[in-house]
């Protein structure tokens, strides 16, 4: 399916579109201040050699040394370089052989800086791909283990073969991703094509610049627009920022030839994302509610652990009888929830709940619509059948955080829970409290200190129930409204 992709690039965040058939199916955004560290490589200097702790502590140029173990080292391993199952039992060359202060030591950051410590790194380095992950350290060639074992054998003769004819005096190794299982051979060729580039531009700036300087830095959002969302199917790569265009067109001519084509500066007065109401798609995007053309709606609750998508029918009733209107209800909902797991970004389990429907023809159907929608998503899916209780089971592999959690954060007032209190609730909290109070200490006067709602109940529906509890406990209660108090919060003041 033909898809344009749109770029709108400010200073402090790029936010990326994919749009097919003027509907907008995935949103990338990308924060300039909250990008990590991870994948990048660095010159780094050696501070401090521990002995006692078989590490090392690396100057990277960042404001805490970053630490090395022994086992993320290259040499390692005394003899021969060993298999995966033999490294367990091999000995370790110590790390005071290895490395000394003062050394020139090339590293990747493998965790952030967390807290006080700061980043973890390894010497063996590894360069992500689109489809392959090099090892120019390496001559491994592997399969990622998430692919099926009957096909593992064909896919790393095929690789082998590959990485041999591109060798073009390169070497290394190669991992296939989950991703390019389906790879053609041209579209391997091109990764390993561009991964022994990237190696080659990190030798050379090793040579170049001083210890502790920055020698690659994994691609930004633009970068990576390039190498993973860009495809056969794109007619256009719109981008509303000329210094960014310059650059990324450099970036592509590279690296991504087929793509250089497609890049557009887009010089339209109106905001990009305005072209196809994308603002709107994405505050629609972070509601639970999803409502079909048809007038019925989905409901998408995240947790922790899964993710449940409801259908209901609202108030569709156009159809000559109730299964019709239930089976094009279901129709139309199997296309929005494959859009909405790829707009909203959602991984692991994923339960659907379409509404019960009677024919055994219109399961079939439906469940057919919607395998055929998630076969468009660029991310591994897999949907099981109809459960005895009529729910549709599925998992869609995580590749980033999800867009709620990318761009919000649990409510200060509910906690997450997605509901409070009603204000009678919290007033009889705090009669049970002022009750409470009153049995332990002896104040001249209580004061209740809660959100204009409550105060509102108390000297209206409640002012029966405050006056019969200041008569009971023979002290006064007094009232006061503060609006910066959200709906649960309250405080009761001994005078």
Request: with cysteine.
């Amino acid at each position: 399916m033909q898809q344009d992709i749109l770029i709108n690039w400010s200073p402090q965040e790029t936010r990326v579109a994919v749009v097919e058939s003027g509907s907008v199916q995935e949103l990338h955004v990308e924060r300039t201040l909250e990008r990590g560290l991870v994948g990048n490589v660095y010159l780094g200097k050696v501070a401090r050699v521990l002995p006692g702790m078989q590490s090392a502590f690396i100057d990277i140029g960042l404001e805490r040394a970053a630490f090395l173990h022994v086992a993320d080292l290259v040499a390692s391993f005394s003899g021969p370089r060993p298999s995966d199952a033999e490294r367990s039992a091999q000995p370790l060359v110590p790390i005071e052989k290895q490395v000394f202060e003062g050394q020139s030591l090339m590293v990747q950051v493998i965790k952030d800086p967390i807290g006080s410590k700061g980043a973890r790194l390894s010497a063996q380095i590894s360069i992500a791909g689109r489809l392959l992950v090099f090892l120019p350290q390496d001559d491994h060639i592997g399969v990622s283990q998430k692919i099926p074992s009957e096909q593992r054998q064909e896919l790393r003769a095929r690789l082998q073969s590959l990485a041999g004819d591109a060798a073009s005096g390169g070497g290394g190794g190669f991992i296939l991703r989950t991703n390019g299982e389906d790879a053609s051979d041209a579209e391997l060729a091109e990764d390993i094509a561009y991964l022994r580039k990237a190696w080659a531009r990190i030798k050379s700036a090793a040579l170049r610049l001083p210890a502790k300087s920055l020698l690659h830095q994994d691609l930004n959002l633009l970068q990576r627009v390039l190498r993973d969302l860009s495809s056969d199917g794109t007619q256009s790569i719109r981008i509303d920022s000329r210094e960014q265009f310059d650059a990324l067109l450099v970036f592509a001519r590279e690296f991504t030839p087929a793509a250089a084509e497609k890049l557009q500066h887009y010089k339209g007065e109106r905001p990009i994302f305005d072209l196809f109401s994308i603002d709107e798609e994405v505050a629609k995007a972070l509601g639970r509610r999803v409502e079909l053309k048809s007038g019925g709606y989905v409901i998408v609750d995240q947790t922790e652990a899964l993710t449940t998508v409801d259908v209901n029918t609202g108030g569709f009733v156009g159809a000559r009888n109730f299964d019709d209107t239930i089976f094009k209800t279901n129709l139309e909902a199997a296309q929005t929830i494959a859009r909405q797991l790829r707009l909203r970004n959602l991984g692991g389990i994923i339960v659907v709940d379409f509404i019960d429907m009677v024919k055994e023809e219109h399961r079939e159907a439906v469940l057919g619509e919607f395998r055929k929608q998630l076969a468009r998503d660029r991310v591994k899916t897999m949907a099981g059948g109809f459960s005895h209780l009529g729910l549709v089971e599925m998992t869609r592999k995580r590749t980033r955080e999800s867009l709620a959690h990318l761009l919000c954060e649990p409510c200060p007032v509910c906690a997450g829970k997605g509901t409070v209190k009603t204000a009678r609730s919290v007033a009889y909290d705090i009669l049970r409290e002022i009750l409470r109070e009153a049995r332990q200490f002896s104040p001249k006067e209580f004061r209740v200190v809660a959100s204009p709602k409550v105060i509102e109940l108390f000297l209206d529906e409640e002012s029966q129930h405050l006056a019969g509890l200041s008569d009971f406990i023979g002290k006064p209660i007094a009232l006061q409204s503060e609006t910066a108090m959200g709906p649960e919060e309250y405080d009761i003041v001994l005078l």
